[in-house]
């Protein structure tokens, strides 16, 4: 579904990615993972239109998302959980929620109404905080509210950027428990995370990016058992010198 090749791109004049390139198979839920600083999460950005890219090509079943704005992204059937949740506190999670469906318009299929019923049922504590202010939510539920902001557009492919950052083990579970049965639903999901065990746990394939380029590539039950995995990303590194 999703095809990176060669990505580049940056701000300024740093240039972050060095040419990127991966894939994500229609249904499937692939891991990037990498310490701090590594570019994934501007490699989200790079995806979803907010950064500029400087070359490769970024392919969405075959077409091209280079000339789209990142409007047209979301209509193309991409939808990103940004790092941090970035969640609107002083307006209610039905409001938070009816941002995320701004766009549903244009995906013929899908009603309002269905999508507040769809993420209800995934999340039902949201239901029960309908009318509240989002700012007053728990971490963890906020977390939840960004989860199914993203999934009010009905997207084809979700993008979750360190969706466990910061959370409770108790909410870290429930999570993964919706994450699973999006899974089970056929939804495509590129899971960014620093959390190698939880990652690996969730997904078919792994990407590892350091310093901006991607620095292994393998099945994710294969590399959970390496014996190695604790420190990883520091013998990667050292080979990136």
Known sequence: ML???GVSGGYGAANVLADVSLSVGKGESVALLGPNGAGKSTLMAAITGTLVR???GILLEGR???PLASHDIVDAGVALVPE???IFAPMSVRDNLRLGAIRLGA????SLEERYAFVFELFP???ERAGQRGGTLSGGEQQMLAIGR???SAPRLLLLDEPFLGLAPLIVVEIRRALAALQESGL???LVEQKIDVALAMTRRAYVMIKGRIALHEESGALARRGDLANLYFALAAKAE
């Open 3 to 5: 095809e990176l090749k």
């Open 54 to 56: 400087r070359g490769g």
């Open 64 to 66: 091209d998302l280079a």
């Open 84 to 86: 941090g949740r970035q």
């Open 107 to 110: 995906r013929p299929g899908h």
């Open 125 to 127: 504590r949201l239901k």
């Open 150 to 152: 993203a999934l009010m």
């Open 188 to 190: 495509t999901i590129l």
